[in-house]
């Protein structure tokens, strides 16, 4: 019985152990930090000055924390970085968006270890080979967003049926991985618009998005005839006008402010109206989760990383029910 015990107890604090912590999510953000170039480098404040990226004085720039344990990263505009394995290990994170950073290598398969992660944007980036199988382990109503990196070569049949993803995450990656994983497949050139001359300054029109070609971002539309230009102005002549979105009624409250929306209804409401798919089923303190439009053409404009825990929390919790 003794050593039955004590293997139990050994167990437990071996679980304890390998659980990821406040210095191991430290250990990985600094991990990214070292690829990260000055410029980029010079953005991140507070990163890696002390060991504490949740400490509310010295707080590390574009990261948010719950509890002690980081749960969002937002950042844009680094130029340059790769992500690393250890990212895998931050497992409370719900949210990644790191839209347009320049972010260079292959998608470590250590991603799909983050079981709560609900909006994870990687677009307009440089990444290449293959998106890993191990993203199959997001919740299928996760955001999954890989638009304009032209490196990417497949992604796996699983996400095949996630509709957040393949409305607008895929991107141009139109490949279903092989077997193998893709890890043989030809690498697809990268267009490089880190250096574009509209890179800060180009804004598309509501329901276009940016994409990098030729070493210039432009709106596109999904539909010919849109322009751009470098002066921060776009003009689509394909594109559909898009009307706001609004939740049913006043009762209902909004879980995300952007496309698309998604509202949760007031106690004791049990079904979506018609036009809304229904994203989790009532309980007994809130009514049904419904969405509707068409999927996000790309990460929200940013703005500090602690505006965005309490809503991406929130919209975790209906992912899970």
């Given at each position: 019985m003794f050593f039955f015990i004590a293997l139990l107890m050994t167990l437990a604090l071996v679980a304890v152990v390998s659980a990821g912590d406040e210095?191991?999510?430290?250990?990985?953000?600094?991990?990214?930090?070292?690829?990260?170039?000055?410029?980029?480098?010079?953005?991140?404040?507070?990163?890696?000055?002390?060991?504490?990226?949740?400490?509310?004085?010295?707080?590390?720039?574009?990261?948010?924390?719950?509890?002690?344990?980081?749960?969002?990263?937002?950042i844009e505009g680094l130029g340059g970085g790769i992500l690393p394995p250890?990212?895998?290990?931050?497992?409370?994170?719900?949210?990644?968006?790191?839209?347009?950073?320049?972010l260079t290598g292959r998608?470590?398969?250590?991603?799909?270890?983050?079981?709560?992660?609900?909006?994870?944007?990687?677009?307009?980036?440089?990444?290449?080979?293959?998106?890993?199988?191990?993203?199959?382990?997001?919740?299928?109503?996760?955001?999954?967003?890989?638009?304009?990196?032209?490196?990417?070569?497949?992604?796996?049949?699983?996400?095949?049926?996630?509709?957040?993803?393949?409305?607008?995450?895929?991107?141009?990656?139109k490949t279903v991985c092989p077997a193998d994983g893709g890890a043989n497949l030809p690498q697809r050139p990268v267009d490089d618009c880190s250096n574009a001359p509209n890179k800060d300054t180009l804004s598309c029109n509501a329901g276009t998005r940016r994409e990098c070609l030729g070493g210039k971002f432009v709106c596109h539309s999904g539909n010919s005839g849109t322009t751009s230009s470098s002066s921060g102005s776009s003009t689509s002549t394909g594109a559909k006008p898009v009307t706001a979105n609004k939740c049913p009624d006043s009762k209902w409250k909004a879980v995300t402010g952007y496309t698309p929306l998604r509202c949760s209804a007031p106690k004791g409401v049990k079904s979506c109206p018609t036009g809304w798919k229904r994203l989790s089923a009532a309980t007994s303190t809130k009514g049904v989760t419904c969405s509707k439009g068409s999927a996000p053409t790309h990460a929200p404009t940013l703005s500090p990383a602690a505006d965005y825990a309490g809503d991406y929390g929130e919209e975790q919790t209906y992912a899970a029910e």
């Amino acid at each position: 019985m003794f050593f039955f015990i004590a293997l139990l107890m050994t167990l437990a604090l071996v679980a304890v152990v390998s659980a990821g912590d406040e210095k191991s999510d430290a250990a990985a953000l600094c991990d990214f930090y070292k690829t990260v170039p000055a410029a980029g480098k010079a953005k991140l404040t507070n990163w890696c000055k002390n060991q504490s990226p949740c400490n509310e004085l010295l707080a590390w720039y574009g990261v948010s924390c719950t509890n002690k344990r980081v749960d969002v990263i937002a950042i844009e505009g680094l130029g340059g970085g790769i992500l690393p394995p250890s990212w895998g290990n931050m497992d409370e994170l719900i949210m990644i968006s790191m839209y347009g950073d320049g972010l260079t290598g292959r998608i470590p398969s250590e991603l799909g270890n983050l079981k709560k992660m609900g909006s994870l944007w990687l677009n307009e980036n440089q990444l290449t080979g293959p998106i890993p199988a191990s993203f199959c382990n997001y919740a299928k109503t996760s955001n999954i967003d890989f638009y304009a990196n032209n490196g990417i070569t497949c992604y796996p049949s699983c996400l095949s049926t996630r509709e957040f993803f393949m409305s607008h995450g895929r991107g141009n990656v139109k490949t279903v991985c092989p077997a193998d994983g893709g890890a043989n497949l030809p690498q697809r050139p990268v267009d490089d618009c880190s250096n574009a001359p509209n890179k800060d300054t180009l804004s598309c029109n509501a329901g276009t998005r940016r994409e990098c070609l030729g070493g210039k971002f432009v709106c596109h539309s999904g539909n010919s005839g849109t322009t751009s230009s470098s002066s921060g102005s776009s003009t689509s002549t394909g594109a559909k006008p898009v009307t706001a979105n609004k939740c049913p009624d006043s009762k209902w409250k909004a879980v995300t402010g952007y496309t698309p929306l998604r509202c949760s209804a007031p106690k004791g409401v049990k079904s979506c109206p018609t036009g809304w798919k229904r994203l989790s089923a009532a309980t007994s303190t809130k009514g049904v989760t419904c969405s509707k439009g068409s999927a996000p053409t790309h990460a929200p404009t940013l703005s500090p990383a602690a505006d965005y825990a309490g809503d991406y929390g929130e919209e975790q919790t209906y992912a899970a029910e």
